[in-house]
């Protein structure tokens, strides 16, 4: 019997292969579907430009009442995320997530906090540190492990 | 702050904070040890989503050694046939669980079930544009509310083993797939309904924590549509008016006494709360929701 779990992450999964958001590829696991590859390519503007970030989303059998995990695959010189692909996101706390919110509107969220890091609730305060005092360095930074990393 | 004088004489060691701790009483010491220990809820877990009735008197043991006022009313409730007590897991959800629970429970014990169930099912049916207004996903929130639907639409055919008896509505909301999915539906009607009726409801959306106004967005992003999130007044409000339907609230705290007529406080929601409308019957104790009922024999 198909669950809500599974019939939810069914449906979301085929609309956003169907019409994927712009930077945004999402294939499913080949043996299991409630785990995703995602690859969102880095936004224009941005020291991340051009480069490929690989992230994973692990959906629980509580999925969508609890959410996914969602973690860089990608190294990525970011204040929000840390060395191990953590990412500090609200919406997907436990306690802030809602069920009604899709996966396309979380991976839309991750694109604009890539685009625009959020120095004010960092998860690397050194990097937060150096994005708001010393933008130039976090730029040549980041690109670095952009190039490094992310092609 | 008299109240505290009952059992706060000559108590060194730390005492047992739970549901029955009346909140008010609370010292900072207290609190920041409950805020610390808001991860570590597990022994609730282990409980059912919602149980099968337990007598009043389970509840009153609980209190025996506590307030005298919180005893009066207990004893009120018994000797006015409210000695049931439907217990709700204590995880947050616990007013939407008890609502469903309630709400099913109302309809079976309805003189006309079918009835009862097609004027529920029609009312239900009035939120689904307040949802589709408010901007949420269609498919997803028909998803959530089918399980509700569905239950409902049992008592219409009268065979449905789900529906046919207090026993069979408690082991289905004990499912938690359906009691989530319930709770989720529950949960963006309140929302909706406070959206879409934002002037009267932002007097009273303030911060459970810092007690600070939110505007209605914050609000029901914060408050309403996460799980796990209690409900207050204004969801209660909210749900009660948005589903037409009167919800009467116990409240077991250390208020003061009523009049002999009505010992307990009840605090009443919705329209119309008079015997005759059937109003659904919560039992609230600081944090927590129950049903408290009374017992309804079998129709012969």
Same mark, same amino acid.
């Given at each position: ?151 | ?140 929130? %028909?998803? +959530?509310?089918?399980? !509700? /639907? =569905?239950? @409902? ?6 065979? #449905? &083993? ?36 934002? %002037?009267? +409801?932002?007097?009273? !959306? /303030? =911060?459970? @924590? ?6 209605? #967005? &914050? ?55 008079? &015997? ?25």
């Amino acid at each position: 019997m198909a669950s809500t779990s599974t019939r939810r992450i069914q449906k979301e999964l085929g609309d956003l292969m169907n019409s994927p958001p712009e930077g945004i590829q999402v294939t499913p696991d080949e043996d299991n579907f409630q785990i995703w590859k995602i690859i969102i390519t880095g936004p224009p503007n941005t020291p991340y430009h051009k480069g490929k970030f690989q992230l994973s989303a692990d959906f629980s059998k509580d999925y969508p009442f609890k959410p996914p995990v969602l973690i860089f695959k990608t190294k990525m010189y970011h204040p929000n995320i840390d060395s191990d692909g953590n990412l500090c996101i609200g919406l997907l706390k436990t306690e802030n997530w809602k069920p009604a919110t899709k996966m396309s509107g979380v991976l839309q969220a991750i694109y604009n906090l890539i685009e625009t890091p959020n120095p004010d609730d960092p998860l690397v305060s050194s990097i937060a540190e150096q994005y708001t005092t010393d933008r130039k360095g976090f730029d040549k930074r980041a690109a670095e492990y952009t190039s490094k990393y992310a092609h | 702050m008299s109240a505290q004088k009952n059992e706060g004489e000559g108590q060194p060691q730390p005492r047992v904070i739970d549901e029955n701790t009346d909140l008010s009483t609370l010292t900072d010491q207290e609190i920041m040890k409950l805020m610390e220990g808001m991860d570590h809820q597990d022994s609730q877990m282990d409980k059912p989503l919602i149980s099968t009735p337990v007598p009043l008197s389970v509840i009153r043991q609980e209190y025996e050694k506590g307030s005298t006022q919180i005893l009066k009313k207990l004893d009120w409730l018994a000797e006015n046939g409210w000695d049931q007590i439907w217990r709700a897991r204590g995880d947050g959800d616990c007013f939407y669980r008890s609502f469903t629970l309630a709400y099913l429970l109302r309809i079976l014990h309805s003189s006309n079930s079918q009835l009862e169930a097609n004027l529920s099912f029609e009312n239900i049916q009035k939120s689904l544009p307040l949802m589709e207004q408010c901007g949420f996903d269609k498919d997803l929130y %028909e998803e +959530f509310l089918d399980p !509700l /639907l =569905s239950l @409902i639409r049992g008592f219409d055919n009268g065979d #449905d &083993e789900k529906t046919s008896n207090e026993y069979g509505i408690v082991q289905t909301l004990q499912n938690p797939e359906t009691s989530n999915c319930i709770v989720v539906a529950l949960r963006l009607i309140t929302s909706s309904y406070i959206r879409l009726h934002s %002037e009267t +409801f932002s007097p009273f !959306l /303030l =911060s459970p @924590i810092t007690f600070l106004p939110l505007s209605t #967005d &914050e609000f029901c992003r914060s408050e309403v549509e996460p799980c796990g999130k209690e409900a207050d007044h204004a969801q209660i409000m909210a749900l009660s008016e948005s589903l037409n339907i009167g919800i009467k609230i116990a409240y077991l705290d250390r208020s003061d006494i009523g009049d002999e007529t009505n010992v307990i406080n009840w605090v009443d929601f919705g329209k119309d709360t008079t &015997e005759n409308a059937k109003p659904l019957t919560l039992l609230y104790r600081p944090g927590h929701y129950d049903v408290v009922t009374k017992d309804v024999l079998p129709q012969i």
